[in-house]
């Protein structure tokens, strides 16, 4: 059986002015429709919405309104999502208790949609050309073909070969583009030697057990220059700063994610050009745990260790790559030579003196071969025995 691995490719498109504002009309009309949609679950529903029962209520108004039956029914599921996410987070806790006053606020009205929310597409409301590098989207003001779009070499081969399913439409900045989702046929994993520990962090955001470090130096300090120009900025609050912000807005997310591709790719093809998998850090929940001074909260939230998690993953399961997660706690204050676990061993940021045996080590690199050691484990705890039956 072939398992496949979902991944969404991106792609810019190219309208001309009457197709963009034809665009714009059909993203802004359906963003509404999905508000009223929303207003009607909540009052009918409350939170337990029923999509059977909501389409009843709200198909033919939505019809009324000019918009087409494929995007009326992609509307409602929408709809219908952000319900059942909304208490999926509420069962999870990640709203607070029952008396907290973010879950209240959640709780006590319907769900809003932006105006250039994004919008969901499937064979049946648009066509991809790609020889032609093309798309045709229905919109309320009738069917747009040809609009042309752009995108990698990869990128398109990938959407010819794997293309399936629904392709989000949004605007963003003023641009426009198409999120295509495509099944890619997954490897079949192989059976690692050993394992390749990474340590993530601040100061470094990778360290692996293999020798390989990506220094957080050049970006946490792009980050604080970021910071200090936007304070600036908004402090001045003229026309001309508030547009220098929003030409600004996310540049500093994508350097980020930029990087955050680059250490992963570096990563998973060392694993996979050794035949070794790779142990991650179980750091689900680490933002609750920690707790800092004031002036360390804006490098630590910007940290995109689950960003690069990720990445990590996706870009693994791609190659064959066993990935494992192990428990991160002590890995830092553990000796990798002799197991001694002592939290003064671990000096300072950078150095690891073992209190048992005297070794002396970089600490995130000690940290990244006790997650190896811990992987390893883990793997061979999950493996299926090979050892030949016994006769009786």
């Known amino acids: 059986m072939v398992t496949l691995v979902k991944i969404v490719v991106s792609v810019k498109l190219r309208p001309t002015p009457e197709v963009a504002s034809a665009l714009g009309d059909e993203l802004h009309g359906c963003n509404e429709g999905a508000n009223w949609v929303s207003e009607v679950a909540y009052e009918h529903f409350g939170l337990t919405v029923r999509e059977h029962a909501l389409r009843k209520l709200v198909y033919a ?48 009205k319907p769900i809003i949609f932006r105006a ?28 747009m073909k040809g609009i042309p779009f752009v995108c990698s070499p990869g990128a398109l081969k990938t959407l010819a070969a794997y293309r399936k399913g629904e392709a989000d439409l949004l605007c963003r900045d003023g641009a426009w583009y198409l999120i295509a989702t ?54 001045k609050g003229t026309k001309s700063a ?10 500093e997310a994508r350097r980020a994610r930029d990087i955050n591709h680059c250490i992963s790719k570096r990563i998973v093809t060392e694993a996979e050009r050794t035949g070794r998998g790779i142990s991650l850090e179980k750091l689900k929940g680490i933002r609750d745990r920690v707790r800092l001074r004031r002036p360390q909260r804006v490098t630590f939230h910007s940290w ?33 030579e002799c197991g001694h676990t002592d939290e003064k061993s671990r000096v300072d940021q950078r150095h690891f003196i073992c209190r048992g045996c005297g070794v002396v080590a970089h600490a995130d690199r000690n940290a990244s071969h006790n997650i190896a050691q811990r992987g390893e484990t883990v793997w061979n705890a999950g493996r299926k025995s090979r050892v030949p039956a016994t006769r009786p």
């Open 116 to 143: 250039d929310a994004a919008q969901a597409y499937d064979h049946r409301n648009m066509g991809w050309d790609i020889d032609a590098q093309t798309v045709a989207i229905t919109t309320r003001q009738g069917r």
């Open 242 to 251: 508030k547009r220098l912000l929003k030409k600004r807005s996310r540049k």
């Open 304 to 336: 995109a260790f689950a960003q690069l998690g990720e990445f990590i993953v996706y870009k693994a399961r791609r190659a064959g790559v066993p990935v494992v997660f192990v428990d991160p706690r002590h890995t830092s204050q553990t000796c990798c």
């Open 61 to 108: 108004g939505l019809r009324e309104r000019g918009i087409k039956s494929a995007a009326a029914q992609q509307l409602i599921k929408k709809v219908v999502d952000a319900y059942t996410t909304l208490r999926a987070n509420i069962k999870a806790g990640n709203l607070g208790p029952g008396n907290s006053k973010r879950r209240r606020k959640a709780e006590s």
């Open 182 to 235: 495509c099944e890619v046929p997954e490897p079949e994993m192989y059976e690692p030697d050993e394992f390749i520990g990474v340590d993530l962090g601040i100061e470094n955001i990778a360290t692996t057990s293999s020798r390989y470090k990506a220094a957080g130096r050049e970006l946490n300090r792009y980050r604080r220059r970021q910071q200090r120009l936007r304070a600036k900025l908004q402090k």
